[in-house]
Nanobody, 123 residues
Framework: VQLQASGGGLVQAGGSLSVSCVAS????????MGWFRQAPGKEREFVAV????????SYAAFVKERFAISRDNAKDTVFLQMNRLQSEDTGVYYC?????????????????WGQGTLVTVSS
């Protein structure tokens, strides 16, 4: 599967932004889909994941109910809605696909990665 992320940009602290990721090449519904991010000078970290069916989600603790992950299997797309953004949320956001059940949260569990989309939150 190939992944193409988009939707990043510049937003003020407290604002909202939605990023999306379109998959192609394989059956999208076979993959759990995750979002990770990498801030400047830091390691990549887990943000959110959604199961194949979309019925189960899991989030990193720092999300604190500010973000929401969703998917549209008919459109081969996964979304990440980010609200009440903070400067600490600045980074490159990557979507990733894992050909497995459940909601994997470790980067090593993912098979394919998108190219990333930059989110910059100004304070």
């Amino acid at each position: 599967v190939q992944l193409q992320a988009s939707g990043g940009g510049l937003v003020q602290a407290g604002g909202s932004l939605s990023v999306s990721c379109v998959a192609s090449g394989h059956t999208f519904s076979n993959y759990a889909m995750g979002w990770f991010r990498q801030a400047p000078g830091k390691e990549r970290e887990f943000v959110a994941v959604i199961s194949r069916s979309g019925l189960t989600t899991s989030y990193a603790a720092f999300v604190k109910e500010r973000f929401a992950i969703s998917r549209d299997n008919a459109k081969d797309t996964v979304f990440l809605q980010m609200n009440r953004l903070q400067s600490e949320d600045t980074g490159v956001y990557y979507c990733a696909a894992a050909n497995r059940r459940g909601t994997p949260i470790e980067a090593r569990e993912y098979d394919t990665w998108g190219q990333g989309t930059l989110v910059t939150v100004s304070s």
